[in-house]
């Protein structure tokens, strides 16, 4: 199953090492990461997506949480969250590929950094599962030159946040 999970940790040196290591060392490939400070400068925000038993990922997400530089966790596919990646996506359009672009980009609800045909340039922020198919819809338009994509950031639905997640449900994987 996968699992999106976010994680406050400690701005230590040393400490995203430590965290990512628990994966590795079970065989587990973090298909995304992304890391960025928090309005407290001590804490980072961590969001990993990683493919997973339950069990399994409940284990490690318990491990981790025993890490001193741990500050809490959240799986976040155990319940309601907001879910999106950010896409900058550059490519070389074919003769007559620029109106078949202008459609994708109108669809998708892109926004177009650089018009130029040689590197026609876009930026698209969605769920996972809507870049994914925009790159493919776009690689069927024209050469791709470039795609680089955040990875998943995530909140949860309602009035439970990361931060407060430990008065409600603590470290539940």
Known sequence: MRHCISVLLQNEVGALTRLTGLFSSRGYNIETLNVAPTDDPQVSRLTMVVDGSDEVIGQINN???KLVDVVNIHDMTLGEHFERELLILKM???????????K???DA?????DESQASFTIQ???RPGEIDAFVREAGETGDLLAVARSGSVAVSKGIVTLSSYDDTRRLTG
């Not at 070389?92 to 202008?102: E, F, N, P, S």
């Open 104 to 106: 994708l980009v109108s």
């Open 63 to 65: 491990q981790m949480g």
């Open 124 to 126: 698209l922020v969605g």
């Open 109 to 113: 609800g892109a926004l177009v950094l």
């Open 92 to 102: 070389r359009l074919d003769i007559g590929g620029y109106a078949r672009v202008q």
